[in-house]
């Protein structure tokens, strides 16, 4: 747990730097940044043994965020536009990534997961049933997991990256440009109408596609479905900041309600899920806002 947590700290660590950089040498910066990354993510590749391409993306994905954050702090682009170009761009090389493993070269990166956790439980102290419990739990997980790979890569891609634009912000904003802490954050974010059209086809492919007869269909469309409803989530959550911010209400109000729906346990993040899922995609026809020009129609 320690070394996990320390190497992420090195990572986001290591996104502020690269979008530092960035920010300050614009994209001469990429004439040392490439030839860097590229004998690191060699080397990474290389390792193990044997080809590890995962070691690779490693490497390349936390300065691909510290670029792409670097670039949408000097050019002053949306939040928004940070957010879909890392989590697609990230979530697609890993998505693509297992999947060749799992097709073309005939090794499941969950199933050697699940080796590696029956290995640990048999040499555990816990009883016999105490261990087919565990094993059970972990069958109906892994088998979870197997449909929604692409939606947790994305998942992954996007917390990472949000996290590595906000410290990135902060380390800038400190560093060579007070002026970026006035850039639209999370309250101004707002999906382009097209979006709503993919929540929709989703959802429709999750409830009446026949998931065994076709599996790809179903599976394409409950991760299109979740990785679209997690960008409405973040939506709804921008819409409440700019409402309470209107109306003066400390910042600090909206972490500590999120935090306290968190702590409240899976049930009620789940239901507080919908009810932000219905607010954000309501947003296409409500505009809470009003971020639309009037003078569309």
């Keep these: 747990m320690a070394v996990l947590l320390v190497s992420s700290l090195v990572g986001l660590a290591f996104i502020a730097g690269i979008a530092l950089f960035f920010f300050r040498k614009s994209w001469k910066s990429l004439l040392a940044i490439i030839p860097v ?3 690191m993510a060699y080397a990474a590749y290389a390792s193990q043994g044997g080809p590890g391409m995962e070691y ?7 300065v691909f965020t510290g670029v792409a954050a670097g670039y949408s702090l000097r050019n002053r682009r949306s939040l928004l536009f940070f957010m879909v170009i890392t989590s697609v761009a990230l979530g697609g090389a890993l998505t693509a990534h297992y999947y060749h493993q799992k097709l073309f070269t005939g ?24 261990r087919e419990e565990s094993l059970a739990k972990l069958d109906s997980s892994l088998d979870l997991l197997k449909d929604v ?4 890569y994305f998942l992954n891609a996007l917390a990472t990256a949000l996290i590595g634009y906000f ?14 802490t006035a850039l639209p954050g999370i309250e101004m974010i707002r999906l382009h109408d097209y979006f709503i059209f993919a929540l929709i086809a989703g959802w429709l492919a999750v409830l009446l596609v026949d998931h065994e007869a076709y599996r790809a269909l179903y599976v394409a469309g409950l991760n299109a479905a979740l990785c679209v409803s997690v960008l409405y989530l973040l939506q709804a959550v921008g819409i409440v900041k700019y409402l309470l911010a209107a109306r003066n209400v400390p910042s600090f109000v909206l972490p500590l309600v999120l935090a306290f729906i968190v702590l409240l346990g899976t049930e009620f993040i ?8 219905s607010l954000g995609a309501l947003d296409f026809w409500a505009d809470f806002r009003k971020l639309e020009p009037k003078d569309k129609n």
């Design 37 to 39: 990354t590229s004998g």
């Design 56 to 62: 690779a993306i490693m490497v390349i994905a936390p």
């Design 107 to 130: 090794t499941d990166p969950l199933e050697e997961t699940k080796t590696r956790a029956v290995e640990l439980l048999s040499h555990s102290q816990m009883s016999d049933a105490e």
């Design 149 to 152: 790979m692409p939606f947790a």
């Design 167 to 180: 410290l990135s912000r902060a380390l800038i904003s400190r560093t060579v440009a007070p002026e970026v």
């Design 270 to 277: 789940l239901f507080f899920s919908i009810i932000f899922l």
